[in-house]
């Protein structure tokens, strides 16, 4: 989701009341939401929210945009890290496919156990394979 600048706003009002020796309020404040929201550029608004809240507990002074850049950053890349694994991941197979898979081992096992001949396993293999749809 893309990132608001209300939303810019609000985090660095929080960060600014958790910090209040900053001395951050009114314009500087937002001259500085202004400048954040602008320099975060593509981050979004997710990645932002996790960077607020990694920073909200392990930061006890305002943090500099760089820090806090570095660690939406971060998250930024874990997001587009993941939706790249979800979309190169596993193909699924129809509920046909998965029948036709069940068919051939359970062909195979009868191979493997002496039941039919290899020659008659292959050919009942190659029909299942043939059949269209």
Not at 23 to 28: E, F, I, T
Not at 29 to 55: Q, V, W
Not at 96 to 112: F, P, R, T
């Amino acid at each position: 989701m893309e990132r608001t600048l209300e939303q810019t706003r609000q985090i660095l009002s929080a960060l600014s009341n958790r910090n209040p020796e900053a001395g951050l309020s009114g314009a500087v404040l937002e001259t500085l939401a202004r400048e954040f929201h602008e320099d975060l550029g593509n981050i979004s608004a997710e990645a932002t929210e996790k960077a607020y809240r990694e920073i909200r507990r392990n930061f006890r002074r305002f943090p500099k945009f760089a820090d806090f850049f570095e660690i939406a950053k971060s998250y930024q890349d874990q997001e587009a890290s993941s939706a790249m694994a979800i979309t190169e991941g596993p193909s699924y197979k129809s509920d046909y496919d998965i029948e036709k898979s069940k068919k051939k081992l359970e062909i195979l096992g009868k191979v493997a156990g002496g039941v039919i001949s290899y020659e008659l396993g292959i050919e009942q293999i190659e029909k299942i394979n043939s059949r269209e749809g």
